[in-house]
């Protein structure tokens, strides 16, 4: 129904104004509001409907309200089962809860959905790893790099994997990848000092420390971690050696899905040991770092319109198709009316007038009513300028 986009766009909720279901990463709170708004304005179109809930998930993700983030994916999967990017967010929801079984189950269905997803294999493993189970991490972040050989990511995660199995000389292998793919990525050259101070080799530790430290002067953990290689560096060889953990994954925001036909998915974030929006996790704190990934899914195509037959005393006038074109237009209108200046409002209200869907004075001022007066004549089938 066009009303309900008329009642997102227009001035109801005071937190809502300027707010779209579309900009979630923006605004959370605003995103939240329009969707709501969206979401209890009777969409009916199952994939539009699933594309509010998903929206409103992701804002709900972006400022910690994990349940109910959760609650609204859940509806999204529901609309739409077939949707592996909302099966995907869920899963990366769950894990932050520490629910690594149901994540899992949850990244297993997306893999299946879409089995070419790298960013789907590294979820997984972020959820193998929280189990402790390095084998079974180890072998998703395997088939992720094969799928994406060139994800700095995924090698970070995989090292973290390989250190825990006590593989330093293979995480080291990998975490030298990684930094010749991101020569900034500071988590990697941490965790290459942890694995280099596994082997003894405090002096390459601390140098590697010290390349994390000048990437990021306020890494807490690469700083803590220089100060116990030097210590271990002060020993003697038959002292023991207490290494910190690789350090642990970032959970970055759930992805994002552009391009929806109504209302347009938000951004979001994909998964890195390290991430470059998250701040960083304690080094000290779990094992290696995992990344839930977060990819953009394509929309489903917009509802071909049904032909209309028309009256037997004339032809019918012409119609919008109803659903997303139908509220696309009227969006396009709404961003138009918004930046208009005066003059522009008033030959709009003098349009609505003439085909008799205003009954305000053109004064040039933008109102809800106004609003409410476009969506209705686009509806009908009105020329605006």
């Not at 899905?257 to 998250?278: F, G, K, N, Q, T």
């Not at 409410?372 to 004549?377: G, K, L």
Request: glycine share 6%.
């Amino acid at each position: 129904m066009l009303f309900c986009a008329v009642l997102a766009l227009a001035p109801i909720p005071a937190g809502a104004q300027g707010g779209s279901c579309r900009a979630c990463d923006a605004n959370p709170d605003r995103c939240i509001d329009a969707c709501t708004v969206l979401i209890d304005g009777g969409l009916r179109d199952p994939h539009t409907l699933s594309k509010a809930f998903k929206n409103r998930g992701d804002a709900h993700a972006r400022k910690g309200a994990l349940d109910a983030a959760a609650a609204d994916y859940g509806r999204a999967i529901a609309l739409t089962p077939g949707d592996a990017a909302a099966v995907n967010n869920r899963g990366i929801i769950l894990n932050r809860q520490g629910r690594f079984d149901a994540a899992i189950g949850d990244f297993s269905r997306a893999i299946a959905l879409e089995p070419g997803r790298a960013a789907f294999r590294i979820n997984r493993a972020h959820a193998h790893y929280g189990k402790k189970d390095y084998a079974a991490a180890l072998a998703d972040l395997d088939r992720a790099i094969a799928l994406s050989p060139d994800d700095p990511r995924a090698l970070n995660n995989r090292a973290g994997a390989l250190m825990m199995l006590g593989r330093h000389d293979v995480a080291i292998r990998d975490l030298g990848r990684a930094v010749a793919l991101d020569p900034k990525y500071a988590a990697a050259y941490n965790n290459r000092g942890i694995a280099h101070a596994g082997k003894g080799d405090f002096a390459a530790a601390i140098r590697d420390y010290d390349r994390a430290l000048a990437l990021r002067p306020d890494y807490a953990k690469a700083r803590e971690n220089r100060t116990k290689a030097e210590r271990r560096q002060r020993q003697t060889p038959a002292a023991t050696l207490d290494l910190p953990p690789p350090e642990p994954a970032e959970e970055p925001a759930p992805m994002s899905l552009a391009a929806a036909p109504e209302p347009p998915a938000a951004p979001e974030p994909a998964p890195d040991l390290v991430s470059p929006s998250a701040p960083p996790a304690a080094a000290d704190a779990a094992g290696p770092a995992l990344v839930p990934v977060t990819t953009q899914t394509p929309a489903p195509p917009a509802p071909q319109a049904i032909p209309r037959t028309p009256v037997e005393t004339a032809p019918a006038p012409s119609v919008i198709p109803a659903g997303p074109s139908l509220l696309e237009r009227f969006l396009v209108l709404e961003r138009t009316l918004r930046a208009a200046d005066p003059a522009t409002i008033i030959r709009y209200q003098v349009r609505l007038r003439e085909t008799g869907h205003f009954a305000g004075a053109a004064d040039g001022r933008l109102s809800r009513a106004l609003l409410e007066s476009a969506a209705a004549c686009m509806q009908a089938g009105c020329t605006l300028p």
